[in-house]
């Protein structure tokens, strides 16, 4: 970089600390906690003793992915838009006091819809559904 | 005291070079209590060293001569020392300073940083080391101009003598140690504060194996102050004795009812270690400490002004829309906004394989389109410390009546400068679609969350070595093999734990408490308890308040999509500088919403907007500002756009807030882009005419600004999807000199979990709270 600075600069520049306040890193050694270390290396340069939170201390899981329930996204994509083909959302849950049906679908832009799976949300009537391929709640 | 560790007294070089030839030379076995130093040609270490001589300290001034090893000069060069020391247990301070860069490494961990081009710069970092062999290495390098480097390192067993070192406590809180004579001696009983102000009488301190007479104690606390005086007031019955920094100030070490005496250090800014050492004989018993200044990390005062009238600012729907379905914006240090679509939600562009994203300039409303290979429609992403963007995960499959999306286990780096990705090593723990990216303080990223490439929760913590440019393997990372969810808002905490506020997206909370604290040092995941309606925060919004420093988080809104309820209005508070953080009620939105975006402004403010009330329906208007100082709300004017799902909202360096998106029921997406400008847009702004490009950890920085200037803060540029940006934070930058004269000197702050590395928009407030537009800044 450039020229040293004068005397004075560098006085003042070495008097100041510019301390990092940097976490325990120690504290990764020197708290183990219970039960094995976790494998690998430390990916944090501190930690906190756990014990010191009241919460509970969450069982680690092994290893196996989650399960996760079907239609995470909250859309039923038994269906997609009647006229165009494009994917759409059709709720699986209806907000309170309203139900999933043609009209609830008109008032959210879906003019109507093709069932590309089954009629799980009996937008068709009846009680069996209607069949596959089926274009719903046209006017 | 400060027990030294044996550096102090040393001078002079053995400046025997066992190797000075052309031939590379190998490092010699230097005498116990020496460093063994090796030269290097170039500034990047590499190659086999041309010299190698032990040194018995560091402190060389090479500017006029070099550093008299045979084959370098006075540019162009590095150097890497390396010693063992065996020390007692305690808390060491390694102080290293150099022209040009320096850094330090303690047990194989980076502790000090200052690798880059600059002055004389000094930069120290303190640590507790356990009893034992340690190694240090100091690594400096030479450019060009002038060339110095001096380390010292000191500390040792607890200031006081015997008794040792107390317990790790959170910052800001005292460590205590509790002993069972007068003397302070032998293994002490351990018990975090956030106050010495206890009035015990002939009561005893609640301490097993400690009565009410004939007990000592010792607290220690690390604070950062200004440079000045500061007044610290001890009232005790018995005995008390205060230190600074290891010098004793207070001294009141007899049998006395209570007495009151104070003390009026001067400090220089930066942190210092305040000792407080406590005893009692018989009768009652009583100790109060408390000293002025010092804060960091604490609460920072408010913001200076504030808008007083015309406060509402206004939005604007830009005459042009973006070219994508953006669902995910990355403000990019040149000032561009990284739009990411992928697939953007439809089908037919994902079973072409056409992958879109484009790189925005605000300023022209110019789109450049820039495809990418892999679909990272739904993946997360972050800044890197030099600036790039990581994403990784993503969509490998859409999902059909009866299976859910899958998982995208690539990953790309953008470059803002070439604008181009490139391809990283693959996510070791398989496909993440909706992951959640965590730049820790050392730059490596933590990835967890999503759906994995079968559909299911994966469970995997993913790091990303920025240093390697690659994603570790997972045998590699601490493994909690816990499941976080969608989109989980993991957020760095000073301390270096992770700390999980409640929102996310889709469902309900993956975890019971809705609220978590991990530790991913250690795998440990805690519950945090106190959060409201857990299960009603499905794209709700979780912001880390300014300043960063104060860390406390606000939680606002959220739904629950798949159970069709109705979006809440609810926020919670906490305050996690707590040793055991429980939330709080906060004040209700002006509207129940989920999809809500939460943008922090340079005014020390938080502008909440968008939302929607239910699935991907029902938008909701309203618009409001979040005052972390009053905690109160005051609505604004509306967005005129939707902005339910997949809308992203985030800040522009010139201070105004885009928001972008929208993705309703019918399937059709928003691609209107509009601009919020708040209040001080319509003021004369302050403005930074001259500062450092490179603000180093712990380096006091220079600034010219015009006006006066009350506050200058770092913000974190945005990288946010589904109105999530786990990294958001603004940091305050204490005026240590100048506020007033137009050249000040800022403190830059010195743990990097505070301020994570990379670019940064520096913003200047003048006294009436008006910010500047943005200079940007790296830290490195």
């Given at each position: 970089?450039?020229?040293?600075?004068?005397t004075?600069?560098?006085?003042?520049?070495?008097?100041v600390?510019?301390?990092?306040?940097?976490?325990?890193?120690?504290?990764?050694?020197?708290?183990?906690?219970?039960?094995?270390?976790?494998?690998g290396?430390?990916?944090?340069?501190?930690v906190?003793?756990?014990?010191?939170?009241s919460?509970?201390?969450?069982?680690?899981?092994?290893g196996?992915?989650?399960?996760?329930?079907?239609?995470?996204?909250?859309?039923?994509?038994?269906y997609?838009?009647?006229?165009?083909?494009?994917?759409?959302?059709?709720?699986v849950?209806?907000?309170?006091?309203?139900?999933?049906?043609?009209?609830?679908?008109?008032?959210?832009?879906?003019?109507?819809?093709?069932?590309?799976?089954?009629?799980?949300?009996g937008?068709?009537g009846?009680?069996?559904?209607?069949?596959?391929?089926?274009?719903?709640?046209?006017? | 005291?400060?027990?030294?560790?044996?550096?102090?007294?040393?001078?002079?070089?053995?400046?025997?070079?066992?190797?000075?030839?052309s031939?590379?030379?190998?490092?010699?076995?230097?005498?116990?209590g020496?460093?063994?130093?090796?030269f290097?040609?170039?500034?990047?270490l590499?190659?086999?060293?041309?010299?190698?001589?032990?040194?018995?300290?560091?402190?060389?001034?090479?500017?006029?001569n070099?550093?008299?090893?045979?084959?370098?000069?006075?540019?162009?060069?590095?150097?890497?020392?390396?010693?063992?020391?065996?020390?007692?247990?305690?808390?060491?301070?390694?102080?290293?300073?150099?022209?040009?860069?320096?850094?330090?490494?303690?047990?194989?961990?980076?502790?000090?940083?200052?690798?880059g081009?600059h002055?004389?710069?000094?930069?120290?970092a303190?640590?507790?080391?356990?009893?034992?062999?340690?190694?240090?290495?100091?690594?400096?390098?030479?450019?060009a101009?002038g060339?110095?480097?001096?380390f010292?390192?000191?500390?040792?067993?607890?200031?006081?003598?015997?008794?040792?070192?107390?317990?790790?406590?959170?910052?800001?809180?005292?460590?205590?140690?509790?002993?069972?004579?007068?003397?302070?001696?032998?293994t002490?009983?351990?018990?975090?504060?956030?106050?010495?102000?206890?009035?015990?009488?002939?009561?005893?301190?609640?301490?097993?194996?400690?009565?009410?007479?004939?007990?000592?104690?010792?607290?220690?606390?690390?604070?950062?102050f200004?440079?000045?005086?500061?007044?610290i007031?001890?009232?005790?019955d018995?005995?008390?004795?205060?230190?600074?920094?290891?010098?004793?100030v207070?001294?009141?070490?007899n049998?006395?009812?209570?007495?009151t005496?104070?003390?009026?250090?001067?400090?220089?800014?930066?942190?210092?270690?305040?000792?407080?050492?406590?005893?009692?004989?018989?009768?009652?018993?009583?100790?109060?400490?408390?000293?002025?200044?010092?804060?960091d990390?604490?609460?920072?005062?408010?913001?200076?002004?504030?808008?007083?009238?015309?406060?509402?600012?206004?939005?604007?729907?830009?005459?042009?829309?973006?070219?994508?379905?953006?669902?995910?914006?990355?403000l990019?240090?040149?000032?561009n906004?990284?739009l990411?679509?992928g697939?953007?939600?439809?089908?037919?562009?994902?079973?072409?394989?056409?992958?879109?994203s484009?790189?925005?300039?605000?300023?022209?409303?110019?789109?450049?389109?820039?495809?990418?290979?892999?679909?990272?429609?739904?993946?997360?992403?972050?800044?890197?410390?030099?600036?790039?963007?990581l994403?990784?995960?993503g969509?490998?499959?859409?999902?059909?009546?009866?299976?859910?999306?899958k998982g995208?286990?690539?990953?790309?780096?953008?470059?803002?400068?070439?604008?181009?990705?490139?391809?990283?090593?693959?996510l070791?723990?398989?496909?993440?679609?909706?992951?959640?990216?965590?730049?820790?303080?050392t730059?490596?990223?933590?990835?967890?969350?999503?759906?994995?490439?079968?559909?299911?929760?994966?469970?995997?913590?993913?790091?990303?070595?920025?240093?390697?440019?690659?994603?570790?393997?997972?045998?590699?990372v601490?493994?909690t093999f816990?499941?976080w969810?969608?989109?989980?808002?993991?957020?760095?905490?000073?301390?270096?734990?992770?700390?999980?506020?409640?929102?996310?997206?889709?469902?309900n909370?993956?975890?019971?408490?809705?609220?978590?604290?991990?530790?991913?040092?250690t795998?440990?995941?805690?519950?945090?308890?106190?959060l409201?309606?857990?299960?009603?925060?499905?794209?709700?919004?979780?912001?880390?308040?300014?300043?960063?420093q104060?860390?406390r988080?606000l939680?606002?809104?959220?739904?629950?999509?798949?159970?069709?309820a109705?979006?809440?209005?609810?926020?919670d508070?906490?305050?996690?500088?707590?040793?055991?953080?429980?939330?709080?009620?906060?004040?209700?939105?002006?509207?129940?919403?989920?999809?809500?975006?939460?943008?922090?402004?340079?005014?020390?403010?938080?502008?909440?907007?968008?939302?929607?009330?239910?699935?991907?329906?029902d938008?909701?208007h309203?618009?409001?500002?979040y005052?972390?100082?009053?905690?109160h709300?005051?609505?604004?004017?509306?967005?005129?756009?939707?902005?339910?799902?997949?809308?992203?909202?985030?800040?522009?360096?010139?201070?105004?807030?885009?928001a972008?998106?929208?993705?309703?029921?019918?399937?059709?997406?928003?691609?209107?882009i509009?601009?919020?400008?708040?209040?001080?847009?319509?003021?004369?702004?302050?403005?930074?005419?001259?500062?450092?490009?490179?603000?180093?950890y712990?380096?006091?920085?220079?600034?010219?600004a015009?006006?006066?200037?009350?506050?200058?803060?770092?913000?974190?540029?945005?990288?946010v999807?589904?109105?999530?940006?786990?990294?958001?934070r603004?940091?305050?930058?204490?005026?240590s000199?100048?506020?007033?004269?137009?050249?000040?000197?800022?403190?830059?702050?010195?743990?990097?979990n505070?301020?994570?590395?990379?670019?940064?928009?520096?913003?200047?407030?003048?006294?009436?709270?008006?910010?500047?537009?943005a200079?940007?800044?790296r830290?490195?």
């Amino acid at each position: 970089m450039g020229p040293r600075p004068v005397t004075a600069r560098w006085g003042r520049l070495t008097a100041v600390a510019c301390a990092v306040a940097l976490v325990d890193v120690g504290a990764a050694v020197l708290v183990g906690g219970g039960g094995s270390p976790p494998a690998g290396r430390p990916i944090a340069v501190a930690v906190a003793p756990p014990g010191r939170l009241s919460g509970r201390v969450v069982p680690h899981g092994d290893g196996k992915p989650s399960p996760v329930p079907a239609a995470l996204d909250g859309c039923d994509h038994n269906y997609a838009d009647g006229v165009t083909g494009r994917r759409i959302c059709v709720p699986v849950a209806p907000p309170p006091g309203q139900r999933i049906d043609c009209a609830y679908l008109r008032a959210h832009g879906i003019q109507s819809v093709r069932v590309i799976g089954d009629d799980t949300r009996g937008l068709g009537g009846g009680l069996t559904g209607a069949l596959r391929g089926a274009v719903l709640c046209a006017l | 005291m400060l027990v030294a560790a044996a550096l102090a007294a040393m001078a002079g070089q053995c400046a025997v070079l066992v190797a000075v030839t052309s031939a590379p030379a190998r490092a010699a076995t230097c005498p116990d209590g020496q460093w063994n130093a090796e030269f290097h040609a170039g500034t990047a270490l590499g190659g086999d060293p041309v010299g190698q001589r032990c040194d018995t300290e560091i402190d060389f001034d090479w500017s006029q001569n070099g550093p008299g090893v045979t084959g370098l000069g006075l540019t162009g060069y590095s150097v890497r020392w390396t010693r063992a020391f065996t020390l007692a247990a305690g808390s060491y301070t390694a102080t290293v300073t150099g022209d040009d860069g320096v850094r330090v490494i303690v047990d194989g961990q980076t502790v000090a940083d200052g690798w880059g081009d600059h002055g004389p710069q000094t930069f120290t970092a303190t640590r507790t080391l356990t009893a034992g062999a340690h190694t240090i290495v100091v690594e400096y390098y030479q450019a060009a101009g002038g060339a110095m480097v001096t380390f010292d390192l000191a500390g040792g067993p607890n200031t006081g003598g015997s008794g040792g070192t107390g317990p790790d406590c959170p910052a800001g809180q005292w460590s205590g140690l509790y002993f069972p004579n007068r003397t302070m001696g032998g293994t002490g009983v351990p018990r975090c504060s956030a106050a010495i102000d206890y009035a015990w009488g002939d009561g005893d301190p609640g301490l097993a194996g400690i009565g009410a007479d004939n007990f000592s104690a010792r607290w220690t606390r690390a604070d950062t102050f200004a440079a000045g005086p500061i007044t610290i007031t001890a009232t005790a019955d018995d005995g008390v004795r205060v230190y600074v920094d290891g010098t004793r100030v207070i001294d009141g070490w007899n049998d006395q009812g209570p007495t009151t005496p104070t003390a009026t250090p001067t400090l220089t800014a930066g942190p210092h270690t305040i000792v407080t050492e406590y005893y009692e004989r018989v009768g009652g018993a009583q100790i109060r400490v408390s000293y002025t200044g010092g804060g960091d990390p604490g609460p920072a005062p408010p913001p200076p002004g504030g808008c007083t009238s015309d406060c509402g600012g206004s939005w604007q729907t830009l005459g042009y829309q973006m070219p994508v379905r953006s669902v995910h914006a990355s403000l990019l240090h040149t000032g561009n906004v990284l739009l990411v679509a992928g697939s953007g939600n439809d089908q037919t562009t994902f079973d072409a394989h056409t992958f879109r994203s484009t790189v925005w300039n605000p300023g022209t409303g110019d789109f450049k389109d820039t495809p990418v290979a892999d679909d990272l429609f739904c993946s997360g992403h972050v800044q890197l410390p030099d600036g790039r963007i990581l994403l990784a995960g993503g969509t490998a499959a859409y999902s059909t009546a009866t299976a859910n999306y899958k998982g995208l286990a690539k990953s790309f780096v953008f470059d803002p400068v070439a604008g181009t990705y490139t391809a990283t090593n693959d996510l070791p723990g398989g496909g993440h679609w909706y992951p959640s990216l965590t730049e820790l303080g050392t730059g490596d990223v933590v990835a967890v969350g999503g759906l994995d490439q079968n559909a299911a929760g994966n469970v995997a913590t993913e790091l990303y070595d920025h240093a390697q440019g690659r994603w570790l393997p997972t045998a590699e990372v601490p493994q909690t093999f816990f499941f976080w969810g969608l989109y989980p808002e993991l957020k760095l905490l000073t301390d270096g734990r992770l700390f999980y506020g409640g929102v996310h997206t889709f469902g309900n909370a993956p975890t019971a408490a809705g609220s978590n604290i991990y530790d991913p040092a250690t795998a440990t995941v805690n519950d945090v308890p106190g959060l409201r309606d857990v299960n009603l925060r499905d794209q709700g919004a979780s912001v880390l308040l300014p300043p960063a420093q104060a860390q406390r988080v606000l939680t606002l809104g959220g739904g629950n999509g798949d159970a069709g309820a109705d979006a809440i209005a609810s926020t919670d508070l906490i305050d996690l500088r707590q040793a055991d953080p429980h939330w709080q009620p906060g004040p209700d939105l002006p509207a129940a919403k989920m999809y809500v975006s939460a943008v922090i402004l340079p005014d020390g403010t938080v502008l909440e907007t968008g939302g929607g009330r239910h699935l991907r329906s029902d938008p909701v208007h309203e618009a409001s500002i979040y005052n972390p100082a009053t905690n109160h709300f005051t609505s604004v004017p509306p967005d005129p756009q939707d902005r339910t799902y997949h809308s992203q909202a985030f800040l522009l360096p010139d201070g105004s807030v885009a928001a972008l998106g929208d993705n309703p029921m019918d399937g059709s997406f928003s691609t209107a882009i509009s601009v919020y400008r708040p209040w001080y847009m319509t003021r004369t702004r302050p403005q930074i005419t001259a500062a450092a490009d490179v603000f180093a950890y712990g380096s006091h920085q220079d600034l010219t600004a015009d006006g006066d200037i009350g506050r200058v803060t770092l913000l974190r540029p945005a990288s946010v999807t589904h109105q999530a940006d786990p990294n958001q934070r603004s940091v305050d930058l204490p005026i240590s000199a100048g506020a007033q004269t137009g050249h000040l000197t800022v403190d830059v702050p010195s743990n990097p979990n505070l301020l994570p590395p990379g670019y940064y928009m520096m913003f200047a407030q003048n006294t009436a709270g008006v910010p500047s537009v943005a200079r940007w800044v790296r830290v490195p």
